[in-house]
């Protein structure tokens, strides 16, 4: 069944080309040579302790870090020397580790955010759109009000709103259920199988094994910036050097 | 009315000529950018214009329209050298540029009065004219912080690597409103001297940036209506606090480091604070009760 997984990975238009991307801080080699493809109608996930370059890598992917080396190639076109503002243009959207919402502006307006930029044909019906999306991620009932009224995972689900409205094909999630709770989490992975019906391929960042083997179905592992495993999300934990790098040498070999 | 107008027309001038120069203030901050190039501006569109008028005999609006035009490119051009610089930095290097201005009024010669000033600049503006310039003024300022363009301007300010992340060109934004503040200053600048028929070195500086800045603190940073709030306030009340006498100046710093403190979105803040919780009463309401049931 595991090897299924991997086959139907590889099946799927390429979205993403990953090639060699390498973020260096100085002497500090954040991210160092990372090459991955990421193809259409997948839920990939990374995982890899704190530290270890996943947000850096996520970053790099937006254009908003400035990186060393590599190229990034998204449905065919290379965006390595465009500017930040353009990937979102090119149908990437991301969302950040901390929540990052205008507090002096309703959740609706915070929603429309993601579809202000877009040329006309992406903005169209927006108040129709707007509804829809709220409807989807339950905060309808809040659409009035301001983020900082509301509790850390309504917050949370409205980031997530103004990430999709757009119909992104590729939404990069970093740690999405961050300080939620266990219901809370449940909730935010099955919508974004839901999301994976709809079209939006998606890579997320996190350190929370358990969640990224229930939502994932291909995992990258990395550490000191570099991959360390990639395969079905079982293959990837039970992997020696990933267990290495959770629990320390010589663990691997007792799990 | 018409009496209470005569006795009061040149304080509702100065309300609004006031509420212009808190304008060209205001854009840079709601953008983000923490420039006083607005007040630099003011002298240089006051200057061009009384010298068009004095040295060129030009009529009053080409005058006024020249003094707005050559502002805000200089200001436009200023925002180009300057656009990296952030917060405090971005501070020091636009009030140097308003210094930079009223030191060149001084050794200007002949063209500029030197630290006379320039006399006979006399416009034939009206109360209706410059009702109409703020009317223009406001209505784009209005309309740039409506829907989308006003959802972006936020972003921008608020959290420039979210707009970035969400598509906004944030240094577009950050030379646009240069380009902005430097027109509104300028179209300030020339309709006060042409208005006044005079203009010299010691009106352009730094005093003007304190009054700008109460106007936006004490009104609101937020919108043209906090700036309008804030031009009101501070253009009246010395009529309303004759009575403290040699202390106005004290009540004044007083009223300022009040708002500052228990009023950080000034007077318009207020009003949209309470106006945002009746209107959403019930949700919160509910919100609560949720969170009761849950817990």
Redesign the interface.
């Known amino acids: 069944m595991a090897e299924n997984t991997v086959e139907e990975t590889r099946r799927g238009r390429p979205l993403l080309e990953v090639d060699d991307v390498a973020v260096h801080f100085g002497g500090v080699k954040a991210v160092d040579g990372i090459t991955l493809e990421l193809r259409a109608g997948h839920i990939y996930g990374v995982l890899g302790p704190n530290g270890s370059g996943k947000s850096t890598l996520l970053g790099a992917m937006?254009r908003?870090t400035p990186m060393t080396r590599g190229s990034f190639v998204f449905e065919g076109n290379d965006y390595t020397r465009r500017?930040?503002?353009?990937?979102?243009?090119m149908g990437i959207a991301?969302t950040?580790q901390t929540v990052?919402l205008?507090?002096?502006?309703s959740v609706r307006?915070n929603i429309?955010?993601?579809q202000?930029?877009?040329a006309k044909a992406g903005?169209k019906d927006a108040d129709a759109r707007v509804d829809e999306v709220m409807e989807r991620v339950g905060v309808t009932?809040?659409a009035?009000?301001?983020p900082d009224?509301?509790?850390y995972g309504m917050q949370r689900r409205v980031e997530f709103a103004?990430a999709i409205i757009g119909r992104p094909r590729l939404l990069l999630l970093d740690e999405p259920t961050a300080g939620m709770n266990s219901s809370e989490r449940e909730e935010i992975g099955a919508l974004m199988k839901q999301l994976l019906d709809e079209g939006i391929t998606q890579f997320i960042v996190e350190h929370d094994v358990q969640m990224m083997v229930d939502t994932c179905d291909y995992l990258f592992a990395m550490n000191f910036g570099k991959l360390i495993a990639e395969g079905t999300p079982a293959a990837v934990v039970k992997h020696p050097a990933v267990q290495e790098a959770y629990l320390g040498k010589g663990a691997g070999t007792h799990a | 009315m018409s009496d209470w107008y005569s006795m009061n027309v040149v304080l509702i001038q100065t309300t609004l000529t006031t509420l212009l120069l808190a304008l060209s203030i205001q854009v840079p901050l709601r953008y983000g950018v923490f420039s006083f190039a607005g007040v630099g501006a003011f002298g240089i569109g006051g200057y061009t214009g009384a010298m068009a008028m004095v040295h060129g005999e030009w009529s009053t609006w080409p005058a006024v329209l020249l003094g707005t035009l050559v502002a805000g490119v200089c200001t436009f051009l200023l925002g180009l050298v300057v656009q990296r610089l952030t917060g405090l930095y971005m501070g020091m290097a636009t009030i140097a540029f308003t210094l930079i201005i009223s030191v060149l009024a001084v050794n200007g010669g002949d063209w500029t009065g030197g630290a006379m000033g320039l006399y006979g600049a006399i416009g034939e503006i009206t109360t209706m004219h410059i009702v109409l310039a703020v009317l223009i003024v406001v209505a784009f300022l209005a309309w740039t912080e409506y829907g989308r363009r006003g959802r972006k301007v936020d972003t921008v300010r608020e959290d420039p690597e979210l707009a970035n992340a969400l598509g906004i060109d944030v240094n577009g934004y950050r030379r646009l409103s240069f380009l902005i503040s430097g027109l509104i200053g300028g179209l300030a600048g020339a309709i006060t001297t042409l208005l006044r028929s005079t203009i010299t070195p010691s009106e352009v500086n730094f005093h003007l940036v304190i009054l700008a800045l109460t106007a936006i603190v004490v009104g609101g940073a937020r919108s043209w209506v906090g700036a309008l709030i804030g031009a009101v306030i501070f253009v009246w009340l010395p009529t309303f606090l004759s009575f403290v006498q040699e202390w106005e100046k004290v009540a004044y710093g007083f009223i300022v480091a009040v708002a500052a403190i228990y009023l950080p979105n000034g007077v318009l803040g207020v009003v949209k604070d309470l106006w945002h919780k009746s209107r959403t009463r019930d949700e919160r309401a509910r919100v609560a009760v949720g969170l009761q049931e849950k817990s």
């Open positions: 937006t908003l500017p930040a503002r353009t990937v979102h243009h991301r950040f990052r205008l507090d002096d502006r307006d429309l955010l993601g202000d930029t877009l903005r009932a809040v009035r009000m301001r009224e509301l509790s103004r």
